[in-house]
């Protein structure tokens, strides 16, 4: 079993930062790949990021150099660097965990970026 809790999230203006964290407890040692997701009202859920084991990262094509997805193993934390934010990242951001490279396992209960012009 796998609790992730989400934080960091907050109101900013366009052009402003926020930093994500997603805190992993539990099983941490059958984490394959972590992801972030986001998912704005009226629209589905989205990939933001994802960092394998690896440490191989991929991004949606929305990113475009923007955000920087990382891992510290030793703290059980996945971070999302989020920079030049704009008014259409507005969304709930949730973290997940893969435990078998298939489906996302486990959720979190996601934090709210507000992004305004």
């Known amino acids: 079993q796998v609790h992730l809790v989400e934080s960091g999230g907050g109101s900013v203006q366009a052009g402003g930062s926020l930093r994500l964290s997603c805190v992993a407890s539990g099983a941490m040692f059958s984490i394959k790949n972590m992801g972030w997701y986001r998912q704005a009202p009226e629209k589905q859920r989205e990939l933001v990021a994802r960092?394998?084991?690896?440490?191989?990262?991929d991004y949606g094509d929305f990113v475009k150099g923007r955000f920087t997805i990382s891992m510290d193993n030793a703290k059980s934390t996945s971070y999302l660097q989020m920079n030049n934010l704009k008014p259409e990242d507005t969304a709930v951001y949730l973290c997940?965990?893969?435990?078998?490279?298939?489906?996302?396992?486990?959720w979190g209960q996601g934090t709210q970026v507000t992004v305004s012009s």
């Open positions: 960092i394998s084991d690896s440490g191989r990262r």
């Open positions: 997940a965990a893969d435990l078998d490279n298939s489906a996302w396992d486990y």
